[in-house]
């Protein structure tokens, strides 16, 4: 292994409110290292992450090729069964022939033009929220919070009287991917699947009654050479595209608004941009450049599969390495002052959805709800700032899913 150095502070709010001094520092000096911490090797350089991410020597899982007990695992914790056959079964944590499997399928029935079909009903759902809004208003729970949930529900085809429940329940379920939890976050999460699960299965059963144009009734239906998804299989799916779907819009699209009234004259070129109605372009460049500045999901990891020497470093299979995407979206070595927040950069290769086989299915949606997001509300409110300018932004939970607690602005 590397030589161990002091660890990442994961949890520290500190480290959580400003990540990027730390990683820069680490990033020029010991760019791998070994986190005794988390029992990882990290790596915060912009070409080892988007090289493993494309090597078929690591992967999100060891289960397809080994047993617990060969690779000494201890036994499955039974108070979150729910919880760990989920992981297992959707595609986001599947390897090999199975993932090749889900993947074909959930791509046929979530497909690019479905979600481009949205448009129009996503521009109409940001209208009544911005009507609602005051002249101070919480970016995070009156803005960026409700669109993505209920995008992903109406797509989804969740009933209205439902689905005021999707978003505790996926707030419940993703704080088990931080490197600690409670044992009461634990049974939130456990208790949580067990209720979307019970939701999605008797949608499914009426979808296969009664089919209509929606995307349950569009994985009830997929087919690809005669394979299906399974009951769990297709639950587990929409239990994902909830989750996933939102995480990042619903991060992004507030860390973009701050950084972009903490640079006023960035503010000012999307105002002067949303005048014209051939804007949209614009719009989806700048999410680009604020999904890169400031990565709402910003570390993800991968098992090793096999021994093997990864620039200098060994690695044994069965390792886990810690891939901070944060640091690597703003590495001198692949962009250009990349602490500068440039909103016509182009191209902008960011890592912020992931490459390789396991890239994001729902980045389509989530580009498409942040530049509609953001140009409806540059349109609604051009001078818009922060209440409080000098107030540090405080964030909720850790590091690997780091979204803003709130956002005070007043237009």
Known sequence: ?????????????????????LLEKLRDTTPIFYDAAIKQTVFLRYDDISGILRDKRFGRTLTHLYSRDELGWPPPDPAQAHFDAFNGNHMLDSEGAKHTRLRSLVGKAFTPRRVETLQPRIEAMLEEYLAQLGPRFDVVADYAEPLPVRVIAELLG??????????????AIVKLYEPSYSADQQAEAEHAVVEFSALIRRLAVQRRAEPKDDLITALVQVEDGGQKLSESELTDTCIL??????????????????????????????????????SLPIFRTAVEELLRFDTPLPMFERYVLEDLEWNGTPLKMGDQVALIYASGNRDPRRFEKPDELRLTRDPNPHLTFGLGKHYCLGAPLARLELALSLRALVRHAPKLRLTDATAAPEYVG????????RLDVCI
């Open 158 to 171: 969740v009933p209205e009287a439902e689905r005021g429940l999707l978003r505790p329940w996926s707030a």
């Open 1 to 21: 292994m590397p030589p161990a150095l002091p660890t990442l502070p994961l949890t520290d709010p500190a480290f959580v409110q400003n990540p990027y001094s």
């Open 398 to 405: 850790g590091f690997v899913i780091r979204g803003l607690s």
């Open 241 to 278: 595209l909830l989750n996933a779907g939102h995480e990042a819009s619903v991060n992004g699209l507030s860390a973009g608004v701050l950084a972009l009234l903490r640079q006023p004259e960035k503010w000012a070129e999307l105002v002067e941009a949303a005048q014209s109605e051939n």
